[in-house]
């Protein structure tokens, strides 16, 4: 069962645009939610991170917008850039169980120049 | 800055051999997660490790193991390999209690079984 939906799988933008990938979660025992950034052939790297009690957080180009009532948060990435291009993956971490980490299943970005 | 070291970075195997990946931890990072990603999948939790003790797990085969030793670096030991664990293994590293929940990764290890 997957805990984190993220949406949607792949996204084409183009240079200059706005790109958003959205994450839905159901346990409400969720108190962090990440995202990661990875490239081809490498391990994910944290991007920007946002916790529950704070429904925006920007980082340069990129906004991590959060909704707890809807439980979705989202990824804005503003003036999207061709280094952009990878694939993006929303996580939530459940600290009661372990510090244990559920991962959406990933969105394929590509920023057409 | 030191980062998460995996070796080795790519291993091929036959099935039904045996594979071990290392992973280097951050220094003073106190827990360690390993993570199985297979093509355009998304990371699945494997195991962790808090302080050398087995802390929580995921969807590891009976077929794995891992520690975690003194000098807090893990290894994850795979026997009777099968084709369906040609994957990118991860292992990730945190520290608990100053800022948690920020995991790192390592580059990974590519398995291919044959």
């Known amino acids: 069962q997957q805990q984190v939906k993220q949406s949607p799988q792949s996204l084409i933008v183009q240079k200059g645009g706005i790109s958003i990938i959205n994450c839905a979660y159901e346990?409400?025992?969720?108190?962090?939610f990440p995202w990661y950034q990875q490239f081809p052939g490498k391990g994910p790297a944290l991007l920007i991170a946002i916790r529950p009690d704070v429904s925006e957080k920007k980082e340069g180009r990129f906004t991590i917008s959060f909704n707890k009532s809807a439980k979705q948060f989202s990824l804005h990435i503003m003036d999207s850039q061709p280094g952009d291009s990878a694939t993006y993956f929303c996580?939530?971490?459940?600290?009661?169980?372990?510090?244990?980490?559920?991962f959406g299943t990933g969105t394929s970005l590509t920023v057409i120049p | 800055a030191a980062g998460v070291i995996q070796s080795p970075r790519h291993l091929i195997k036959e099935k039904r051999e045996t594979a071990t990946l290392k992973c280097y931890p951050i220094?003073?990072?106190?827990?360690v997660y390993w993570y199985q990603q297979g093509p355009g999948q998304d990371p699945q939790f494997l195991i962790s490790?808090?302080?050398?003790?087995?802390?929580d797990k995921g969807s590891i085969p009976d077929r794995f193991s891992a520690q975690q030793f003194s000098d807090y670096h893990s290894e994850l030991n795979m026997s009777s390999l099968e084709l369906g664990d040609s994957a990118l293994y991860f292992c990730?590293?945190?520290?608990?209690?100053?800022?948690?929940?920020?995991?790192?990764f390592g580059e990974g290890s590519r398995l291919t079984v044959l």
């Open positions: 990730a590293s945190s520290l608990s209690g100053i800022t948690p929940g920020e995991l790192f």
């Open positions: 346990n409400t025992a969720f108190d962090y």
């Open positions: 490790f808090y302080e050398k003790m087995q802390s």
């Open positions: 220094p003073r990072h106190d827990t």
């Open positions: 996580a939530a971490r459940m600290w009661d169980t372990g510090n244990q980490f559920y």
